[in-house]
C-alpha cells in the first residue's frame, strides 16, 4: 500500500482546494443553487488562506533539501508513454508559488469588496478559483503534460475575465482576441511537450539548475523554438504583444492578477523552468534576447502615449517583461527571478491603485509642488521631424495590430470565406436531380415531394 | 449469457423493444417521451447486462478494442446519449416525431455495435438510416424547410450499398476477398459519417433537417467502428500503405476542416464541422494502427460521442427558444441564458481538448505517438485544432456576449434540459477524469512490461544521457 508523507500532501493543496473550490461554486450555479455573496466570500478567505497555509507549509517541509519530485502514480499510460502525474518543489517553484500565493490571497480578498453586488460576483470568483488552481498545477507540474493542463487552465480564465463585463462589445470583441492569441501560442507548447518527449524519452521537467547535456540536431532547436513561442504568447512579447493592452477590459482585481502580475510571467517561468533544456543551443537564447529586446523598446515607445492608466501599466509590464525575456537569455536567471518577484509586487499595487490614479497623481504632485511638466527624452536626443514621426508611430501602436490584420487574419478569413463558399456551390451541385428536378435549398412543394419519391429516393 | 450468441440475443431484443417503441409514439403522443424513456432504459438494463456477461466470460467482441470493456462503453455512452436526448426533448407538438427519430438512430447503433453478426450489423445500418428515407419520403414533417438534403440522402444510400457489399465479402470468409471486403467497410464508413472527402453534403444536411435526427445520427459511432473494422482487415492483409494513405489524407484534411470551421456563421454549420473534426481525428488515430493509436481512438470516438451529443444539446435548445440564430444577429445572449451560453463554450471547447475532458487524455495520448512520426504532421493537426478552438470561442463571443439584441424572451435550462446535459458531461468528463476506462487493458500492461532504461535504448547515446534530465541531486 502507498504511504503519502506530510508533503505529499500539502502539496497538491494548493492545486486541488482552488480547483475544487471552482468546481463546487459551478456546479451550484448549475443545479441552480446560488450562493449569496457572504457565502462566497468565506468559501474564498477559506480556500485562499489554505491554500497559503499550504504554500508556506510545503516551502518550509521542502527548505533546505535537494529538489524533490513527488509522484502521485500515471493518470493513463500507453506502451512508452505515462501521463505522470508528479510534483516538483525546487527553489523555483517554490518562489514563484509564495509570491502567487501572497499576491492571489490579497487580491482575492480586495475583489470581494471591489466587485460588492456586482451582477457577475459568483462568476468572477468561478474564474478566480480557477486560474489559482490552474497557476499552482502550472508551477508544480513536475511534468510537461500536467503543465500543459495548468496553462491551458490559466489561458482560459484569463479569457473569460476578459468578457467578463458582457454587455459591451469591447470586452466581447477584446476576448476572442486574447483567445486567438492564446490559441496560437499553444501550438508551440502542445508541440513542445510532443517534442521533448521524444527528444529526451521522457516527459519530467528539469529541476532548477540542472545542468544537461544537449546533443545538436533538428529536435532539440525545434523544442526550444516552440517553448520560446509558448512563452512569447503568454507573456505577450514580439508579435503577440498586441493582446495585453486589450486584455485591460476586465475587472481591475483581475488586471492586476493576470497582466500586471502572475499570468503574464507564466511564459517567463517556462523559459526559466526548461532552460536547462536550451541553454547551451547558442540560437534559442539569442532568439529569447531578441524578442525580449524588441518587445521592452515596442512597450517604453508606445506606454509613452497612451492616455490611460490600465494601458499605460499594461505597455510599463510590456517592457519590464521583456527584459525579464533579455536577463533570462542572457543567462542571468537568478536575477531574471527576483526581477519577476519586483515586478509582480510592484505592478499588482499599481494595477489595484489605478481606479484612484488621478486623485493619487493629483495627490503627488501637490506634496511635490510640481507642475507635473514631463520631459521628452526623445526630444533631448531626436531632431524634431524624427520625434514627432516616433510619437505618430507610437500612437499607432508602431501598426503592429495592422500588420498582424493585413497580413495573417485577413488572408486566412478570406481563404476560409472561399473554402467555404466553394463547399456550398459544390453541395448544390450535388444536390442536383438528374431530372432536373428541385435542387435543394428551395421550397419544396407536394408535387416535388411525389416526383421525389417516385424518381431518385 | 455465456455466448456470443446469447449476449447478441439479448442486444436484439433490446433493438427490437426500441424500434416498437419507436412505431408507437404517434399513437400515444402525449406519452411519447415517457415511453422512450422507458424504452430505453430496459434497453439499457438488457444490454449493460449482456455486455457485463460477455466482459466477464471475455468473449466481447473485437469492436476497436481487445476484449469487451470497450464495446461496453460505447454501448454506456450510446445510452446515456439517448437518454440525453429525450430528457432534453422540449414539450411541443413534434415529440412524437423527435422520440422516433431518437429511438430508430439509437435501436439501429446498439444493433451495429452489439452483434457479431455481418447480416444484423446490416439491418442495424438500415435500421439507422430509416429517418433518411423518411426525410424525402415524409411531407416535411421530418424536415426544417421543407426542403430535402438530397446530397446527403444520396451518400447515405450509396454508404448503406457499400456497407451491403463489405459484409457480403466479409461473410463469404474468401482470403482474395479480404481485401475488397475492408476497402468496401472503409468507404462505408466514411460515406456515413462525413468524413473528408466526403464531407460536403453533411453542412446541407445538418442545415436542413431536424436536430432530433441530426445530433443522433452524428453522434453515433457506428461508421467509425466499420472504418475500424476495415483497417483491422487491412492491417491483417499487410496493407498497411493504404492506412497511411487514409491517414495522411485525414491529416490534411483536418486544416481544411478547421479553416471552413472558421467561415461559418451559424451555429448549427460550426456545430457540423466541429464533429466532422472529432471523428476525422478518430479516423486518423485508428488508421495509424497499433496500440497506443487504438488508444487514443478509443478515447477520441468516446470523446467525439459525448461533446457531439453535448454541442448538439445547446445549439439545438438554443435554436428552440430564439431559432436559428446567426451570429451577426445574436448577441448578449450570456445574461438571459447564464447556464445555457458556459454548456456551449464547455462543451464546444471539449470538443479541442479541454484539459480533463476525454479528447484531452485522447490528443495527448495520440499526438505523443505522431510526432514519433513526423513533427511536421504533429504541428498541421495541432494548427487543425486551434482553428477549430478559435472558430467555437468566436461563435460564444458573437452570439452570447456583447450587447443585448431585440430577441423574444427566453428562459434559461430548465431542470429537465439541466439533467440532460448533466448526463452529457457525466460521459465527456468522467471518461476524462478516468481515462483508464476507454483504453484497452493491455496497454497498462504493455507500459509497465516496459521499463524506463529500455524506453529509449533505440535513441543515441547523448539523448540517453538527457533521458536523465536534471535527475542528479535529485530526491524522489
Not at chain 2, 404517434?26 to 430505453?40: E, F, Q, S, T, Y
Request: net charge positive.
Amino acid at each position: 500500500m502507498t504511504t503519502f508523507s506530510l508533503l505529499d500532501i500539502v502539496a497538491v493543496l494548493p492545486i486541488l482546494g482552488p480547483l475544487g473550490a471552482s468546481v463546487v461554486l459551478a456546479g451550484l450555479r448549475f443545479a441552480g443553487n446560488r450562493m449569496n455573496e457572504r457565502e462566497i466570500e468565506r468559501l474564498v478567505r477559506v480556500v485562499m488562506l489554505t491554500t497559503f497555509v499550504a504554500v508556506l507549509a510545503s516551502a518550509w517541509l521542502g527548505h533546505g533539501h535537494a529538489p524533490r519530485r513527488i509522484h502521485y502514480g500515471a493518470w493513463f499510460e500507453s506502451v512508452h508513454y505515462a501521463f505522470d502525474i508528479s510534483v516538483l518543489i525546487d527553489q523555483l517553484a517554490t518562489v514563484y508559488l509564495v509570491t502567487a500565493a501572497f499576491i492571489t490571497s490579497i487580491v482575492g480578498y480586495f475583489s470581494a469588496r471591489y466587485l460588492h453586488r456586482d451582477p457577475g460576483f459568483a462568476r468572477f470568483f468561478v474564474w478566480f478559483l480557477a486560474f489559482v488552481g490552474g497557476l499552482n498545477l502550472l508551477v508544480l507540474a513536475g511534468s510537461f503534460n500536467l503543465m500543459v493542463a495548468g496553462w491551458e487552465i490559466v489561458g482560459l480564465s484569463s479569457v473569460f475575465l476578459v468578457g467578463f463585463h458582457s454587455q459591451r462589445s469591447g470586452p466581447a470583441r477584446n476576448s476572442v482576441q486574447v483567445f486567438t492569441a492564446y490559441r496560437i501560442a499553444d501550438i508551440g507548447l502542445l508541440g513542445a511537450a510532443a517534442v521533448i518527449h521524444f527528444w529526451i524519452g521522457s516527459d519530467r521537467l528539469p529541476h532548477w539548475g540542472a545542468i544537461q547535456e544537449v546533443s545538436a540536431g533538428a529536435l532539440p532547436a525545434i523544442g526550444g523554438f516552440l517553448v520560446l513561442w509558448a512563452a512569447m504568447g503568454k507573456s505577450a512579447q514580439g508579435p503577440f504583444a498586441f493582446w495585453l493592452p486589450r486584455a485591460m477590459e476586465g475587472p481591475t482585481p483581475s488586471s492586476a492578477i493576470f497582466y500586471g502580475a502572475l499570468s503574464v510571467h507564466a511564459g517567463a517561468y517556462l523559459l526559466l523552468r526548461m532552460a536547462p533544456a536550451w541553454q547551451t543551443l547558442a540560437y534559442v537564447p539569442s532568439a529569447i534576447i531578441t524578442v525580449g529586446v524588441a518587445t521592452a523598446i515596442y512597450g517604453a515607445f508606445v506606454g509613452r502615449t497612451r492616455t490611460d492608466v490600465k494601458s499605460m501599466l499594461a505597455h510599463a509590464s510590456l517592457a519590464q517583461v521583456g527584459l525579464i525575456f533579455a536577463e533570462i537569455g542572457g543567462g542571468f536567471h537568478n536575477l531574471a527571478l527576483w526581477h519577476m518577484v519586483g515586478h509582480t509586487m510592484l505592478r499588482t499595487l499599481q494595477f489595484l491603485r489605478a481606479p484612484s490614479a488621478i486623485t493619487d497623481w493629483r495627490t503627488f504632485h501637490v506634496e511635490l509642488a510640481d507642475s507635473g511638466t514631463d520631459i521628452s527624452i526623445a526630444r533631448l536626443f531626436l531632431p524634431r521631424t524624427a520625434s514627432l514621426w516616433l510619437y505618430r508611430q507610437s500612437l499607432g501602436g508602431l501598426n503592429l495590430e495592422g500588420f498582424l490584420n493585413g497580413f495573417v487574419v485577413e488572408p486566412v478569413m478570406r481563404l476560409a470565406r472561399y473554402l467555404d463558399f466553394s463547399e456550398r456551390e459544390f453541395a448544390m451541385l450535388l444536390e442536383q436531380s438528374r431530372k432536373s428536378g428541385p435542387v435543394s435549398g428551395e421550397p419544396v412543394d407536394d408535387g416535388a415531394l411525389a416526383q421525389l419519391k417516385v424518381g431518385d429516393a | 449469457m455465456s455466448t456470443p450468441v446469447s449476449e447478441f440475443q439479448v442486444c436484439s431484443a433490446a433493438c427490437v423493444l426500441l424500434l416498437a417503441a419507436s412505431i408507437t409514439p404517434k399513437v400515444v403522443a402525449n406519452r411519447a417521451r415517457d415511453l422512450g424513456l422507458w424504452a430505453m432504459t430496459f434497453a439499457a438494463i438488457l444490454t449493460l447486462a449482456a455486455g457485463l456477461a460477455s466482459q466477464a466470460t471475455a468473449s466481447g467482441g473485437k469492436v476497436v478494442g481487445e476484449g469487451g470493456t470497450f464495446r461496453l462503453m460505447l454501448l454506456g455512452a450510446t445510452l446515456l446519449q439517448s437518454f440525453a436526448l429525450l430528457f432534453g426533448l422540449p414539450r411541443s407538438r413534434s415529440v412524437p416525431a423527435a422520440v422516433c427519430d431518437i429511438l430508430f438512430v439509437e435501436a439501429g447503433t446498439l444493433l451495429v455495435v452489439s452483434s457479431d453478426i455481418s447480416a444484423l450489423r446490416v439491418v442495424g445500418w438500415i435500421i439507422a438510416l430509416t429517418p433518411t428515407r423518411l426525410t424525402v419520403a415524409d411531407d416535411g414533417n421530418f424536415c426544417v424547410k421543407q426542403t430535402v438534403p438530397l446530397g446527403f440522402v444520396r451518400f447515405q444510400y450509396a454508404s448503406g450499398a457499400a456497407f451491403l457489399a463489405g459484409s457480403l465479402l466479409e461473410a463469404l470468409g474468401r482470403p482474395n476477398l479480404a481485401i475488397g471486403a475492408a476497402l468496401l467497410l472503409i468507404l462505408a464508413g466514411i460515406l456515413r459519417q462525413g468524413i473528408p472527402p466526403f464531407h460536403t453534403p453533411m453542412l446541407r444536411f445538418f442545415e436542413q433537417s431536424r436536430l432530433t435526427y441530426v445530433i443522433p445520427f452524428v453522434a453515433s459511432p457506428v461508421g467509425i467502428l466499420m472504418i475500424a473494422r476495415g483497417m483491422q482487415h487491412l492491417t491483417g492483409a499487410g496493407l498497411t500503405n493504404v492506412s497511411g494513405v487514409i491517414m495522411a489524407f485525414a491529416m490534411a484534411s483536418l486544416v481544411y476542416l478547421g479553416l471552413l470551421t472558421l467561415a461559418q456563421l451559424r451555429c448549427r454549420g460550426l456545430l457540423c464541422y466541429s464533429a466532422l473534426f472529432s471523428w476525422t481525428l478518430s479516423v486518423i488515430c485508428l488508421a495509424g494502427g497499433g496500440r497506443v493509436n487504438q488508444g487514443a481512438g478509443q478515447l477520441l470516438v468516446l470523446g467525439a460521442m459525448g461533446t457531439t451529443l453535448g454541442f448538439g444539446l445547446a445549439v439545438w435548445l438554443l435554436e428552440e427558444r430564439l431559432g436559428e440564430l446567426t451570429s451577426a444577429h445574436a448577441g448578449g445572449l450570456a445574461t438571459r441564458l447564464p447556464v445555457l451560453s458556459a454548456m456551449f463554450v464547455l462543451f464546444g471547447l471539449a470538443s479541442v481538448g479541454l484539459p480533463f475532458s476525454a479528447s484531452f487524455a485522447g490528443e495527448d495520448l495520440w499526438l505523443h505517438g505522431l510526432f514519433e512520426h513526423s513533427s511536421a504532421a504533429g504541428i498541421l493537426v495541432i494548427v487543425g485544432w486551434t482553428l477549430v478552438a478559435i472558430s467555437i470561442f468566436r461563435m460564444y463571443a458573437k452570439v452570447f456576449l456583447g450587447p443585448s439584441r431585440d430577441a423574444p424572451a427566453s428562459w434559461d435550462l430548465c431542470k429537465r434540459e439541466r439533467i440532460a446535459f448533466a448526463v452529457a458531461l457525466v460521459v465527456v468528463f468522467g471518461i476524462g477524469l478516468w481515462p483508464r476506462l476507454g483504453l484497452p487493458p493491455t496497454l497498462h500492461v504493455a507500459h509497465a512490461a516496459s521499463t524506463a532504461p529500455t524506453k529509449a535504448s533505440h535513441r543515441s547515446s547523448t539523448r540517453t544521457i538527457a533521458l536523465e534530465f536534471g535527475s542528479k541531486n535529485l530526491e524522489e
